[in-house]
Nanobody, 123 residues
Framework: QVQLVESGGGLAQPGGSLRLSCAASGSIRGISTMAWYRQIPGEERELVASMSSGGTPTYTDSVKGRFIIFRDYAKTTVDLQMNSLKPEDTAVYYC?????????????????WGQGTQVTVSS
């Protein structure tokens, strides 16, 4: 099992910044992808940014140029720096981790979610 603890979030004004942090603990060996999702009530959870081991970060179009994902492989943490915030960024943000293990010809995977942290952008 992997436990995820999120911190950060809160209230910000339009144009402001917030930083989210997520720390993974427990059975962390084999973590391949760390990412951030967000969800607005009544809508599907949306991938915001992700970083796979050895790969380059990816972002959803609406946050490109404003959000930056940081991954610390030694500490098994993933942060999301959110700049130039807009009211439409208001959502609950979730940390996400995927683990993979097993032989190359038959890999297993498991996914884990944080508890979610509220981000509200409003004047």
């Amino acid at each position: 099992q992997v436990q995820l603890v999120e911190s950060g979030g809160g209230l910000a004004q339009p144009g402001g910044s917030l930083r989210l942090s997520c720390a993974a603990s427990g059975s962390i060996r084999g973590i391949s992808t760390m990412a951030w999702y967000r969800q607005i009530p009544g809508e599907e959870r949306e991938l915001v940014a992700s970083m796979s081991s050895g790969g380059t970060p990816t972002y959803t179009d609406s946050v490109k140029g404003r959000f930056i994902i940081f991954r610390d492989y030694a500490k098994t943490t993933v942060d999301l720096q959110m700049n130039s915030l807009k009211p439409e960024d208001t959502a609950v943000y979730y940390c996400y981790v995927k683990k993979t293990w097993g032989p190359v010809e038959r890999q297993y995977e498991a996914t884990y979610w944080g508890q979610g942290t509220q981000v509200t952008v409003s004047s």
